[in-house]
């Protein structure tokens, strides 16, 4: 198990911890910029998945903690703050659920 943790902190690229798009002009323009960076990030983590399940020899519990995260963020993004999202209008809600889905995905 310690030898997947290293392989995924080596193999983390710089930029998968560069700021989030905020305040670019407008609420399209900053989700567009989201939209983008939530795309490079889910290829980044795939690459590095996709590095580590060839490497381990434990692929099957590797594959079911992957689900279990990626049910934990499609849940913490789309249900709490969705919620706290609410009380923004137009596509508020939808940029927050953007924005929390690439941080946590980096």
């Known amino acids: 198990m310690r030898k997947i943790i290293y392989v995924a902190i080596l193999l983390s690229p710089l930029s998968s911890f560069a700021k989030t798009c905020v305040d670019s002009g407008s609420v399209y323009d900053d989700l567009l910029c989201a939209t983008r960076a939530l795309d490079d990030s889910k290829r980044e983590l795939n690459a590095i998945y996709q590095k580590i399940y060839a ?17 934990y963020r499609e849940k913490q993004c789309g249900g709490y703050i969705a919620a706290e999202a609410s009380q923004s209008q137009g596509d508020g809600p939808g940029l927050i659920v953007k924005d929390c889905l690439v941080t946590i995905t980096k």
């Open 55 to 71: 490497s381990t020899q434990y692929k099957s519990e590797f594959e079911e903690s992957q689900k279990a995260w990626l049910n």
